[in-house]
């Protein structure tokens, strides 16, 4: 019996050994999966914003380079036809000269025009790529935010997560009964009356709440958690009748639930369509004194 003893307890302990180390392998595949996702997603976001960055950039500089080049042309035409303008108004008298004047004030005050006109549309231009910009670094956020919202402090068990052996441990494990899988929660609150526990109902969990009095030499304690299981890995109702606490460990039990999709009629014998045409439904008017 004692080799018996022996060697089941050493079947245990190397068991318990192996579970403990699959638990710390899935764990770290976990983290590693969702930091490499997490990396690809921002590396490809940033990717993205720097691509249209750089392709807006490019947009601006060429179409700056093509208004500079059709306004140095218009510029140089302009300046062209000033000179013979001017070389064959020299010829003639000062009355002349004097229309020439009004002409090159006239081409400045239309070549200033100009080039406020085309220093507005680049303006424009570089207004809209930062409004552009701005949208996309807010989408940017949004997706973040999302991202944060869903992942959240949801929990994650893979065979079993965490452990007990201190106070206000929690030990979390799936049990097959028959045809249904339960999740268990286990948590160790030593010196804790079953007054002092209270347990809110959230979707897929709950928010545990224990006050422990000073008891034996523990201090007095309150501690709260919560403990929401994310909906990939199914809905779980919390079972009121199966909550126990013994020797210091609170059992919470969480039924796994399935949702069913269905298609609702009204049943044929409350059909009474036919009788709203009588207008019997329309309530009293306030003048009546009647009640409604």
Known sequence: KATVARISEEKDQEKAVNIERMRSDHKTELTRMITKKDDER???????????????????????SDHKTELTRMTTKKEDERKATVARMKEKDQDKAAAIERLRSDHETELTEMIMEERHKCEAIAARAIEQKDSLESELRMLKHEFQSEMGDMITVEGTAGKLGYDFAAFMYDEKRGHRTNRIV?????????????????FNGCLVTIEREEFCGMEATSWIRKFQFKPSQGLFEFSDDQMELDFGILKLV?????FVNRTVFFPGHQSRDFTDLDRNWVLPSESSGSDP
């Open 42 to 64: 921002k590396a490809t976001v940033a990717r993205i914003s720097e691509e249209k960055d750089q392709e807006k950039a490019v947009n601006i500089e060429r179409m700056r």
């Open 186 to 202: 286990r948590i160790q609150c030593p010196g804790v009356k079953h007054c002092g526990i209270k347990v809110d109902v959230i």
């Open 254 to 258: 969480f039924l796994r639930t399935l």
